[in-house]
C-alpha cells in the first residue's frame, strides 16, 4: 500500500504568514493529490485536488504543487479562518489514503 | 444545492450491527462514486470504502469483510452496513462524493456532518 507522509505535524504561524505543508508519497501518484482543510467539529473541505487545480470558491492564497511522490500546500498572507488542520489525500486507483494531519495553529 | 446527511450512527455492543445511511440531494446521485470516510475521535482521517456508479464496491484492508457498502439510487441513498463491529471501529463516519462524474477514482468535493458510531 502507498503510504502519504505529512510533515510537519504542528506549524505555529501568525496572520500574515506564508506557511508551506509538505505531503510525500511512498511511490508515485503522478498528480492524484487533494488537500482538505479541516476545523473541529466540521466535516473536511476540498482545496485542491489534481496536485495544483483550485477547487471553486477556495481563496487564491491557497496553492498547491508537485507530483510523483512530493507535494506542497502554501498558503500564503495566512489569514485568521486559516488556522485548522490540514489533510492531504492521494486517490491513484483501488485505494485512497490520508496523510496524517498537519495543525496550523496560533 | 447539495447536500449528505448521514444517519444510523449509534452506541453498539462488540460484535453487534450497526447500517448507516446518507441521503444525497442537489445533485445526480447515480452520476458519481460514493464513499465512506470515518475519523476516530482526536484522530485523523481514514477511507473506509467506496461505490463506484456500476456498483462496484472498494473496502479497506481494516474492514474488508465486515463492512459491505449499497447504494440506491432509486431514494437517493448510499448505505454501510457494519458487522461484527469491534472497538476500533468507533468514529465519526462521513459520506463523500466525487468531485467528477462517472470517474471511479478521485478527491471528495461534498462531505456529510457525519454521524457517530461508537463501540463499546
Known amino acids: 500500500d502507498i503510504q502519504m507522509t505529512q510533515s510537519p505535524s504542528t506549524l505555529s504561524a501568525s496572520v500574515g504568514d506564508t506557511v508551506t505543508i509538505t505531503c510525500r508519497a511512498s511511490q508515485s501518484i503522478n498528480s492524484w493529490l487533494a488537500w482538505y482543510q479541516q476545523k473541529p467539529g466540521k466535516a473536511p473541505k476540498l482545496l485542491i485536488y489534481?496536485?495544483?487545480s483550485l477547487q471553486s470558491g477556495v481563496p487564491s492564497r491557497f496553492s498547491g504543487s508537485g507530483s510523483g511522490t512530493e507535494f506542497t500546500l502554501t498558503i500564503s498572507s495566512l489569514q485568521p479562518d486559516d488556522f485548522a488542520t490540514y489533510y492531504c489525500q492521494k486517490y491513484s486507483p483501488y485505494s485512497w489514503t490520508f496523510g496524517q494531519g498537519t495543525k496550523v495553529d496560533i | 444545492e447539495v447536500q449528505l446527511v448521514e444517519s444510523g450512527g449509534a452506541l453498539v455492543q462488540p460484535g453487534g450491527s450497526l447500517k448507516l445511511s446518507c441521503a444525497a440531494s442537489?445533485?445526480?446521485?447515480?452520476?458519481?462514486?460514493m464513499t465512506w470516510v470515518r475519523q476516530t475521535p482526536g484522530k485523523g482521517l481514514e477511507w473506509v470504502s467506496a461505490i463506484t456508479v456500476n456498483y462496484v464496491p472498494y473496502y479497506s484492508d481494516s474492514v474488508k469483510g465486515h463492512f459491505t457498502i449499497s447504494r440506491d439510487n432509486s431514494k437517493n441513498t448510499i448505505y454501510l452496513q457494519m458487522d461484527s463491529l469491534r472497538a476500533e471501529d468507533t468514529a465519526v463516519y462521513y459520506c463523500?462524493?466525487?468531485?467528477?462524474?462517472?470517474?471511479?477514482?478521485?478527491?471528495?468535493?461534498?462531505w456529510g456532518q457525519g454521524t457517530m458510531v461508537t463501540v463499546s
Open positions: 489534481k496536485a495544483s
Open positions: 463523500a462524493k466525487d468531485l467528477t462524474p462517472q470517474w471511479e477514482f478521485d478527491a471528495f468535493d461534498k
Open positions: 442537489g445533485f445526480t446521485l447515480s452520476s458519481y462514486t
